[in-house]
T-cell receptor
Framework: QKEVEQDPGPLSVPEGAIVSLNCTYS??????FMWYRQYSRKGPELLMYTYSSGNKEDGRFTAQVDKSSKYISLFIRDSQPSDSATYLCAGGYQKVTFGTGTKLQVIP | DAMVIQNPRYQVTQFGKPVTLSCSQTLNHNVMYWYQQKSSQAPKLLFHYYDKDFNNEADTPDNFQSRRPNTSFCFLDIRSPGLGDAAMYLC????????????FGPGTRLLVL
């Protein structure tokens, strides 16, 4: 079993839709959680960082962590074509473990 | 702007021909990481340096080596590249490691012929 699981997609949504991206993880030791956005043939770019359970909002992006169910979510409001990318979730304690990423396509 | 720079962005090498990938950072971070990412896969940590202390992941092949001559630069050496080593190689840094955020460079795409 992979430590961090993501549906690879692709997930296609119309412009303006609310997007929900999800991950599950198995390592109870994870203390902090991240979402990275990765455009094609580029390096990952940090979007959200959350320490322990709870919600965090930054503009159109909201990250949720539920440690009791080992579930991580990223919500994107008013999605834009420029949001089209692969979204990697990650958990960490001493080192970071990434999911394989969910490919998102926002259709104009 | 403070950043993580990788050179070259694209590298083509021949089977068995040694290759070196370069990473530099202007963030003055203590920790530098090398990841391998194959298509549609998660980035896989190869090794990292905490300052001058080298930390190798247990499953990193001996074919992969690294050097960090100073705080700013880190190199990935692939001694005898095989076809299976074709991938994107990502360099990342963090201020002190652990729970600190990692900042990634744009990556070097390696093609092995």
């Amino acid at each position: 079993q992979k430590e961090v699981e993501q549906d690879p997609g692709p997930l296609s949504v119309p412009e303006g839709a609310i997007v929900s991206l999800n991950c599950t993880y198995s390592n109870s030791a994870f203390q902090y959680f991240m979402w990275y956005r990765q455009y094609s043939r580029k390096g990952p770019e940090l979007l959200m960082y959350t320490y322990s359970s709870g919600n965090k909002e930054d503009g159109r992006f909201t990250a949720q962590v539920d440690k009791s169910s080992k579930y991580i979510s990223l919500f994107i409001r008013d999605s834009q074509p420029s949001d089209s990318a692969t979204y990697l979730c990650a958990g960490g304690y001493q080192k970071v473990t990434f999911g394989t990423g969910t490919k998102l396509q926002v259709i104009p | 702007d403070a950043m993580v720079i990788q050179n070259p962005r694209y590298q083509v090498t021949q089977f068995g021909k040694p290759v070196t990938l370069s990473c530099s950072q202007t963030l003055n971070h203590n920790v530098m990481y090398w990841y391998q990412q194959k298509s549609s896969q998660a980035p896989k940590l190869l090794f990292h340096y905490y300052d001058k202390d080298f930390n190798n992941e247990a499953d990193t092949p001996d074919n992969f080596q690294s050097r960090r001559p100073n705080t700013s630069f880190c190199f990935l050496d692939i001694r005898s590249p095989g076809l299976g080593d074709a991938a994107m190689y990502l360099c990342a840094t963090s201020r002190t490691g652990g729970e600190e955020t990692q900042y990634f460079g744009p990556g070097t795409r390696l093609l092995v012929l």
